[in-house]
């Protein structure tokens, strides 16, 4: 089983910056795919983020968020990082981190068995 522990968020103001963690635990050594997810109320879940580790790593974005967030992994600590610039009140949601140990359909939520419990972000305008 794995385990996905979220860390970082808050409550900001538009054009700040956070970054938010996700500690891995348990079966991780075949976790080639984690991602980032958001939800804001009343909205599905979309996809953020996500890095694909295995020769090399590979990243991918949604167009909301390209060239403002950016997702890295420190596969010692089993941990995955997004580091979010230029906050804007529509980035407002609650962000979760999932795993896979696919490497296709990485923007799908139905590739990821495992997920996190969320954390808040709020960006104040």
């Known amino acids: 089983q794995v385990q996905l522990v979220e860390s970082g968020g808050g409550l900001v103001q538009a054009g700040d910056s956070l970054r938010l963690s996700c500690a891995a635990s348990?079966?991780?050594?075949?976790?080639?795919?984690m991602g980032w997810f958001r939800q804001a109320p009343a909205k599905e879940r979309e996809f953020v983020a996500a890095?694909?580790?295995?020769?090399?790593?590979?990243?991918y974005y949604a167009d909301s968020v390209k060239g403002r967030f950016t997702i890295s992994r420190d596969n010692a600590r089993n941990t995955v990082y997004l580091q979010m610039n230029s906050l804007k009140p529509e980035d407002t949601a609650v962000y979760y981190c999932?795993?896979?140990?696919?490497?296709?359909?990485?923007?799908?939520?139905?590739?990821?068995?495992?997920w996190g419990q969320g954390t808040q972000v709020t960006v104040s305008s």
């Open positions: 999932a795993a896979s140990t696919g490497v296709i359909f990485i923007r799908r939520l139905s590739t990821y068995p495992y």
């Open positions: 348990g079966r991780t050594f075949e976790l080639y795919t």
């Open positions: 890095i694909i580790t295995r020769s090399g790593d590979n990243t």
